[in-house]
């Protein structure tokens, strides 16, 4: 053996023990650094390479060179051992304790919108219905010329309606880009894009100037529409009874269906509830003591206007069907007693506290509200 090979068996027992010695990631990173470092004794026995002969190099060369791989392979395996060993030292002592009790920390609670909301999906999921979005941008053709408004109309007004900023080089009117005062729009982008038969909700913001204890200048909507070659009058009343004897979870609840106009359904009707206000109060289905009921509004509904399928590229001469609309907010206040509209949006954490629902009871398809 000449000297250099014996240099280099000794440097690799010498390697050896030193990586095999480090029993922790540090010490193993100080041997790294002894064997294979740019000051290390691999690397500096690797300089001396330039005085060999060519053939001393060659041999030199490659027995350093399996030196180096062979003592990166021994660092690579201890490092996983002492890994695995520190990984296995804290699964045995940093255990969980799954028993104990929860720190008296406040608990959130889910909003009454989200809540009501989650009801009337269940219940007009379980009805065959299903949910279709729009956006709270819309334009005025979307809010209001394709569902029949008149030129004109109230409800266009600067003083209802929010509109965007103009766009000057915007020539179109009923381009005109507004925040959609009611989700009736989303039945137009419906039906444009879905053929009959359909039988969709649709629910989100809606916005309009308006500020008192009964409105907010943004509230929520919920929106159905069911359109086939059959559906009449009757489907509407029954669906409409189903929804809110469902949704007061009231048996017999006296409804009434009283003719109103909104200009994209014909007939038009708004939908009352029986309720009692004697003694101040007011209870949901209950008569009064003569055997008769007060009426409380509840939400808007009717025959979709010939017009408004036609702005939908539908035929009126063959479909029909029906339309409903209610404020979220109104019914959410009737069932769980709320009493001012603003405070659903004070963000006031005591007032979610006593309003709001436990986050796990939420209702769903198979338990719904
Ligand atoms: N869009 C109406 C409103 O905001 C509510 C409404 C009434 C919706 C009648 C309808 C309907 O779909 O048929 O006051």
Same mark, same amino acid.
Not at 113 to 127: N, R, V
């Given at each position: 053996m000449t000297d250099m090979s014996e240099n280099i068996a000794e440097?690799?027992? &010498?390697?050896?023990?030193?990586?095999? /010695?480090? #029993?922790? =990631?540090?010490?193993?990173?100080? !041997?790294? $650094?002894?064997?294979?470092?740019?000051?290390?004794?691999?690397?500096?026995?690797?300089?001396?390479?330039?005085?060999?002969?060519?053939? &001393?190099?060659?041999?030199?060369?490659? /027995?350093? #060179?399996? =030196?180096?791989?062979?003592?990166? !392979?021994? $660092?690579?395996?201890?490092?996983s051992a002492l890994k695995r060993q520190v990984m296995d030292e804290k699964l045995a002592t940093e255990t969980i304790d799954v028993t104990l009790s929860t720190r008296p920390e406040r608990q959130g609670h889910i909003h009454p919108?989200?809540?009501?909301?989650?009801?009337?999906?269940?219940?007009?999921?379980?009805?065959g219905f299903s949910v279709a979005e729009g956006s709270d941008i819309e334009d005025d053709w979307h809010n209001f010329t394709a569902l029949n408004f008149p030129p004109g109309h109230p409800a266009r007004e600067m003083q209802d309606t929010f509109f965007l900023p103009e766009d000057p080089d915007e020539k179109d009117e009923y381009a005109k880009k507004l925040l959609r005062t009611h989700t009736s729009s989303v039945q137009i982008r419906h039906m444009k894009e879905n053929k009959p038969p359909i039988r969709m909700i649709c629910f989100g913001r809606t916005y309009r100037s308006d500020y008192d204890m009964t409105h907010t200048p943004m509230f929520h909507q919920l929106e159905g529409l069911v359109i086939d070659e059959k559906t009449h009058m009757g489907h509407l009343k029954g669906c409409l009874r189903d929804f809110c004897e469902a949704y007061f979870e009231i048996d017999n609840l006296p409804m009434q269906f009283r003719p109103s106009f909104f200009p994209f359904v014909e007939p038009g009707a708004e939908v009352d509830i029986g309720c009692s206000r004697e003694g101040g109060g007011l209870k949901i289905g209950a008569a009064k003591e003569n055997g008769k009921s007060d009426w409380l509004e509840i939400l808007g509904c009717g025959m979709v206007h010939p017009n408004v399928l036609k702005s939908c590229g539908i035929d009126p001469d063959v479909y029909q069907g029906f339309a409903f609309g209610m404020g979220v907010e109104r019914i959410a206040m009737l069932k769980y007693g709320?009493?001012?509209?603003?405070?659903?949006?004070?963000?006031?954490?005591?007032?979610?506290?006593?309003?709001?629902?436990d986050p796990l009871g939420r209702p769903n398809r198979a338990f719904g509200g």
């Open positions: 440097l690799k027992t &010498e390697l050896t023990s030193i990586v095999e /010695a480090a #029993n922790d =990631l540090s010490s193993l990173e100080q !041997a790294k $650094i002894t064997a294979l470092g740019k000051k290390g004794k691999i690397t500096g026995l690797m300089k001396t390479l330039g005085s060999m002969s060519a053939e &001393e190099r060659k041999m030199t060369g490659q /027995a350093l #060179n399996e =030196l180096k791989n062979e003592i990166g !392979a021994l $660092i690579g395996k201890q490092e919108i989200s809540q009501t909301l989650e009801e009337l999906i269940t219940i007009f999921a379980d009805m709320i009493p001012d509209l603003r405070t659903f949006f004070d963000s006031d954490t005591r007032w979610l506290d006593h309003y709001g629902f």
